[in-house]
């Protein structure tokens, strides 16, 4: 298994381009889920996904946006690029099923990609 | 108020020496409690998680959770250099749509051989 991948690996945007960074898996993994991380913020949920064709938002959505339309497949989209959103994006998948609460509740693990470096100027 | 709060360091510290990592929250709605380790330039991978109040141990890792206190440490004996790396503490909150999961900071760490 590949695990989770995403590109590009590194990316230079100006201020105002659109772009997608592209994540994938296969693991069969019903939970996906797009960080970022900034020094001194740690990581932060976007935006996360619980199966093809559902999607909610995390703790700083704002810019981004996502769809699911493959088990495998979670790209988000920069739709106008601020440099507010220079940053590392990580993308993360986890089982669908909690190894405590069965097949009631996801589970707790994450497996995360290797990562996006993103610079807007 | 941040949800997690961890103790940036930088930590350093001689090869051999036990490490305690801490991380303190605010949510009691947090279930899960995880630990997860980062070097540079990859991504975190999951080093232990622990769901209930109480210590977990893992090899030379032991992860202990205080849900009075909303704290939660991570002890690393005989620490090794190959332990230098970022440690993340992350909690999981789940909802009729899924886990939400807020990490901390993370704690650099460096083991001097």
């Known amino acids: 298994n590949a695990g989770v991948t995403q590109t590009p690996k590194f990316q230079v945007l100006k201020t105002g381009q659109s772009m997608t960074l592209q994540c994938a898996q296969d693991?069969?993994?019903?939970?996906m889920s797009w960080y970022r991380q900034d020094p001194g913020m740690g990581l932060r949920l976007i935006h996360y996904?619980?199966?093809?064709?559902?999607?909610d938002q995390g703790e700083v959505p704002n810019g981004y946006n996502v769809s699911r339309s493959t088990t495998e497949d979670f790209p988000l989209r920069l739709l106008s690029a601020a440099p507010s959103q220079t940053s590392v994006y990580f993308c993360?998948?986890?089982?669908?099923?909690?190894?405590?609460?069965?097949?009631?509740?996801?589970?707790?693990?994450?497996?995360f990609g290797p990562g996006t470096r993103l610079t807007v100027t | 108020q941040k949800e997690v709060e961890q103790d940036p360091g930088p930590l350093s510290v001689p090869e051999g020496a036990i490490v305690s990592l801490n991380c303190t929250y605010s949510n009691s709605a947090f279930q899960y409690f995880m630990w997860y380790r980062q070097y540079s330039r990859k991504g975190p991978e999951l080093l232990m998680y622990?769901?209930?109040?109480g210590n977990k141990e893992d090899g030379r890792f032991t992860a202990q959770v205080d849900k009075s206190s909303k704290y939660i440490s991570l002890f690393i004996r005989d620490s090794q250099p190959s332990d230098s790396a970022t440690y993340l503490c992350a909690m999981r909150m789940t909802s009729n749509t899924g886990n939400q999961f807020y990490f901390g900071t993370g704690t650099s760490l460096t083991v001097i051989p």
């Open positions: 993360a998948s986890s089982p669908q099923t909690d190894p405590e609460w069965g097949a009631f509740w996801y589970s707790y693990e994450q497996y």
């Open positions: 622990t769901y209930s109040s």
């Open positions: 996904s619980v199966g093809a064709g559902i999607t």
């Open positions: 693991m069969n993994h019903e939970y």
